[in-house]
């Protein structure tokens, strides 16, 4: 069973919105979960991150004010609500979560204190 499963991307305008969901339907035990993208020939980064109770947030400086994490333990879904889009958050959107890390302000875009990813879903704005 894939571990997590990721939706919602595609393609909008610069300006426009986007909404992504990622499902951990194959993990048991769900405690940090984050956001992080890659864009052709860069280096996957960190975009943003939720504490496992959902009350403590982290963005990259990047995304901050124009993104928002949330997540729905009951459903075991993480969001990703994106606002303001530009045209360098064309990406590939993966979700990651751990069942025994818990997310901190210093290591929450740590891709190693994740073993659990998603495929991926593309983001592309376009100008």
């Known amino acids: 069973q894939v571990p997590l499963v990721e939706s919602g991307g595609g393609s909008v305008q610069a300006g426009g919105s986007l909404n992504l969901s990622c499902t951990a339907s194959g993990i048991r035990t769900v405690r940090c979960m984050g956001w992080f993208r890659q864009g052709a020939g860069k280096e996957r980064e960190g975009v943003a991150g939720?504490?496992?109770?959902?009350?403590?947030?982290y963005y990259s400086d990047s995304v901050k004010g124009r993104f928002t994490i949330s997540r729905d333990n009951a459903k075991k879904t993480l969001y990703l609500q994106m606002g303001s889009l530009k045209p360098e958050d064309s990406a590939m959107y993966y979700c990651?979560?751990?069942?025994?890390?818990?997310?901190?302000?210093?290591?929450?875009?740590?891709?190693?204190?994740?073993?659990?990813w998603g495929q991926g879903t593309q983001v592309t704005v376009s100008s």
């Open positions: 990651a979560a751990s069942s025994w890390y818990d997310c901190n302000s210093g290591s929450w875009s740590v891709r190693s204190r994740f073993p659990y």
């Open positions: 939720i504490s496992t109770g959902g009350a403590v947030t």
